[in-house]
């Protein structure tokens, strides 16, 4: 079968954002009809866009319901649910974790703060390193190369939550019985 790809449209960086690598992070619903796009740089929280017909609109900038600070590489490694209506994003602030959000008719809410237990990034600068969010939006997991195991230090483990009934639980740490030291 033969297909011919074109370009649907070009996104822009909103709010002349210009040197934050817009479109580093990123993450679209199974749908194709929700976009999450941030950036690195001086500001980094996740643009929504929404798709009708042919044209992306930005629908909402996601904001941290505590005012927290959006120049600490808040908003890496974004994971939006099957439906696009919830995201979740990492932070590499002082509390590594993730955020989430929800989507209810075209506003957005932050609806947890999964905080890992990490503490701040280690001085090497690794921390959290991935995210992915459930097709139904009700788990969520973050991976990190920060671990302490059995084999030593950076042996690598993810934190899952789990939504029940409206609310996100505390992370559960998995690492492997045999981790070793650079896993």
């Known amino acids: 079968v033969e297909s011919v790809w074109s370009q649907q449209t070009k996104i ?15 993450s679209i619903s199974g749908d194709g009809n929700t976009l999450a796009i941030s950036a690195i740089g001086s500001v980094i929280m996740p643009y929504i866009y929404v798709r009708s017909g042919s044209t992306w609109n930005l629908q909402s900038r996601l ?56 503490g701040p990034v280690s001085s090497n600068g690794i921390g959290l390193v991935s995210s992915h969010m459930s097709r139904d939006g009700t788990t969520c997991i973050v991976g990190s190369i920060t671990g ?10 993810a934190h899952v939550s789990v939504k029940r009934n409206g609310v996100w639980t505390s992370p559960i740490k998995l690492m492997a019985v045999d981790g070793q030291h650079d896993d």
């Open 12 to 26: 822009d960086p909103p709010d002349g954002i210009h040197g934050g690598y817009f479109g580093r992070f990123l």
């Open 63 to 118: 904001v941290l319901s505590d005012g927290g600070n959006v120049n600490n590489n808040i908003g890496t490694f974004i994971a939006l649910s099957s439906d696009g209506n919830t995201c979740g994003f990492i932070s590499h602030s002082v509390d590594q974790g993730m955020f989430l959000f929800e989507r209810i008719g075209s506003s957005w809410a932050q609806t947890a703060k999964i905080l890992t237990g990490l």
């Open 148 to 157: 302490h195991g059995a084999g030593g230090s950076m042996t690598g483990n």
